[in-house]
């Protein structure tokens, strides 16, 4: 990586309001995955991995959830520069929160006075990839870029649901769309569009001359949709194809892999993405690990054989974490969380379960989110009758059923 001072900026002040109930009490960064760990983990562990260490993460909605798991998680070491320190809105500069996600890093420009960086990341704290980062910055360094957004190319049908970047063939950004109806092809590459990934690379005194400028203008204080479209126009703006980025320890056809969790339908795919008999996003990587929390839980246990009465503790297709019991139940195409437990004779497919949720006998559930400490009582049955779960549950556009925090549901 070409040698430069650079600081880290992760936006991770979201309410995710699409993924309701899931963030009725955490900030959607918070928001467990993959069983054993938060979304937030992904952005710091690729800049961990990628040597970053100056980073900062701006908080705002519902984040004691947040600031609770990066304290247990991210301990690293001051004496020699390395920190992750967490930002709360403050009201620096007048009486409102953050307008946009532009707003909260102006509103933090003191910092970046502070660490004089030569370089600024800003990265969404709320997205699910690997990226080694070094590599965006040797690219931003090499093509003498003042501005990088980070982009994936997406089919054409599915773009329109992203911000759309368009690009010449040199690969300068000329042009920015919000969710289009009618998104322009990357030249030469026709059926696909960039999409921003949401992650940025500044040279320090460009973010703060745009960022001193939007504050004044009547905008919405956005990152895509006005700060970009601003250093357009005066700067020289390139965009970085995250699906030539390689990262270590990788297999062959994992690179591009970025996921938006932004709704519940994509959430729930992502998770079960890592089900997959051969993953893109491995988690077993262990040149590139996705580091978190690690509770003090005993070992799962898989419990009770009876093929004559089905009384049998199994699980194929699944991801069970440290703490959970199988006992006499059956999982299949499913991701525990620590310290679930299956009771006999119940079944879970296709679902996700938080911790120390409590899955009664007979019970059975397919195509479900259930959030911790949930109890399931014996002989329920989720996902199932769909029209009957909306009546009293949260049902996706795609016939997810999703169980909030703490609920017992008969």
Not at 108 to 125: I, K, S, T, Y
Not at 142 to 162: C, D, F, H
Request: proline share 6%; charged share 25%; glycine share 8%.
């Amino acid at each position: 990586m070409i040698s430069k001072k650079i600081l880290v900026m992760v936006l991770a002040g979201g309410e995710g309001k699409r993924l309701h109930p899931l963030t009725k009490d955490r900030a959607k960064p918070a928001v467990p995955f993959g069983g054993r760990y938060r979304i937030i983990d992904f952005v710091l562990s690729n800049f961990i991995n990628a040597g970053l260490y100056r980073i900062k993460v701006l908080t705002q909605y519902k984040s004691e959830s947040l600031n609770s798991h990066v304290a247990r998680a991210w301990h690293l070491s001051p004496s020699i520069g390395h920190s992750i320190d967490m930002v709360p809105a403050q009201m620096r500069i007048g009486k409102d929160w953050y307008r946009g996600t532009a707003d909260a890093v102006y509103q933090n420009l003191n910092l970046v006075h502070d660490e004089g960086p030569d370089l600024v990341c800003v990265f969404g704290g709320d997205h699910i990839y690997k990226m080694d980062i070094r590599q965006m910055i040797d690219f931003h360094v090499k093509k003498s870029s003042q501005v990088t957004v980070g982009a994936v190319p997406y089919p054409l049908r599915e773009a329109g649901s992203y911000g759309v970047i368009e690009v010449d063939r040199n690969g300068s950004i000329t042009g920015f769309k919000e969710k289009p109806s009618d998104p322009r092809p990357i030249p030469g590459r026709a059926g696909m569009a960039l999409c921003s990934m949401g992650n940025y690379l500044f040279d320090t005194d460009v973010l703060i001359e745009l960022l001193e400028r939007d504050a004044k203008n009547e905008s919405g204080h956005d990152f895509g949709r006005d700060l970009i479209p601003a250093a357009v126009k005066r700067y020289a703006v390139k965009a970085y194809d995250f699906s030539k980025n390689m990262v270590p320890g990788e297999q062959k056809g994992a690179a591009g892999y970025w996921r938006d969790v932004g709704e519940i339908d994509s959430y729930w795919q992502a998770n079960m993405d890592l089900v997959s008999v051969t993953p893109m996003l491995n988690l077993y990587n262990f040149e590139w690990p996705i580091r978190t929390f690690y509770p003090p839980y005993p070992p799962a246990k898989f419990v009770f054989a009876d093929e004559e009465t089905k009384r049998i503790g199994l699980a194929t297709d699944s991801m069970v974490s440290e703490g959970c019991i199988i006992s006499g139940g059956r999982i299949s195409r499913s991701i525990l969380s620590p310290g679930v437990r299956i009771n006999s004779f119940s079944t879970v497919e296709d679902s996700v379960l938080f911790e120390r949720v409590d899955v009664g006998r007979y019970a059975k559930i397919k195509r479900a989110i259930i959030d911790k400490d949930v109890r399931i009582m014996p002989h329920a049955v989720i996902g199932y009758n769909l029209e009957k779960d909306r009546k009293r549950l949260t049902v996706s556009d795609k016939g997810i059923v999703v169980i909030p925090k703490g609920a017992v549901v008969d």
